[in-house]
């Protein structure tokens, strides 16, 4: 391909704000060649394993516990974070508040997450989240998290697709405008599966595949994130944490925080 497509390609792509699950190819990616941080159940993902992106990122919760040495979890190279905030309409992770207060003190760009819970309503949930999560004006856009929560002892509900759609929308609407970014979707494989392909097309998503790469199990999904395993090991934390990858270069990582706040830039669909 020549260089001069090759290149106007590249700056169509950073122009949406975000990758596909193929996009980085197009990015100057051959020059990393291996896995940045060490796991201790390693998978092979191939060709396109998580090692050929230059950003990487964690998640954390009360799990995790609170004896991070967070200076040092920066000079590994992690450059953001996302961190449990709320789950339902009246949960909040223990941890959340020194995570947030301590990824903003080491200045890593940062977000938390909101846990679905069907059995409460989408605004009883947004108002809670609300309730919780500071509004920073150099944090990250916020997450929902869409999983099928299949050891909760209180909620057994799975609604039928148009009812998932239709609640992480009024969610997802409500936390907007209050928050003014758009946020981001996160995902399981089967939760996708059974409710998701093809939906929200102009929402970023983070998507877990940890034994395989999200193109491969995600046809046809545009991604930002990729959370390849939970079973990382990243200096300045103790135990296995979660690692994850952002689909283009450091270029366009920094572009992307820059306009991440930006509602009209969203992934283009194909």
């Not at 704000?17 to 990616?29: F, I, K, Q, R, V």
């Not at 964690?58 to 799990?63: A, G």
């Not at 929902?144 to 799975?158: F, G, Q, V, Y």
């Amino acid at each position: 391909m020549p260089r001069l497509l090759l290149a106007l390609l590249a700056t169509a792509i950073l122009a949406t704000g975000c990758t596909s699950s193929t996009d980085y190819d197009l990015m100057e990616t051959s020059s990393v060649k291996r896995i940045r941080f060490k796991d201790t159940d390693p998978q092979d993902f191939g060709r396109n394993h998580p090692g050929r992106h230059e950003v990487h990122g964690i998640d954390l919760s009360k799990w995790n516990g609170d004896g991070i040495d967070w200076a040092t979890v920066k000079k590994s190279g992690i450059a953001f974070v996302f961190i449990k905030g709320t789950e339902g309409k009246d949960r909040i992770d223990p941890a959340f508040e020194k995570h947030w207060r301590n990824a903003a003190a080491a200045g890593i760009p940062h977000a938390a997450y909101h846990f679905y819970y069907f059995c409460s309503t989408p605004e009883d949930q947004a108002d809670w989240f609300i309730a919780n999560v500071p509004k920073e004006a150099n944090m990250l856009p916020p997450v929902l998290d869409m999983e099928w929560n299949h050891a909760s002892p209180t909620c057994k509900l799975r609604p039928d697709p148009a009812t998932v759609r239709a609640v992480m929308q009024r969610f997802m609407d409500r936390i907007e405008a209050h928050y003014g970014k758009r946020p981001i979707i996160y995902t399981s494989v089967d939760f996708h599966r059974d409710n998701l392909v093809g939906a929200f097309n102009d929402y970023h998503f983070w998507l877990r595949s940890v034994a395989a790469h999200p193109g491969e199990i995600y046809a046809g999904r545009r991604w930002a994130f990729w959370q390849y395993t939970s079973t990382g090991v990243v200096p300045g934390i103790k135990g296995e944490t979660d690692i994850n990858v952002f689909a283009g270069t450091a270029k366009s990582w920094n572009s992307w925080v820059a306009t991440a706040s930006d509602n009209k830039t969203v992934a283009s669909a194909e």
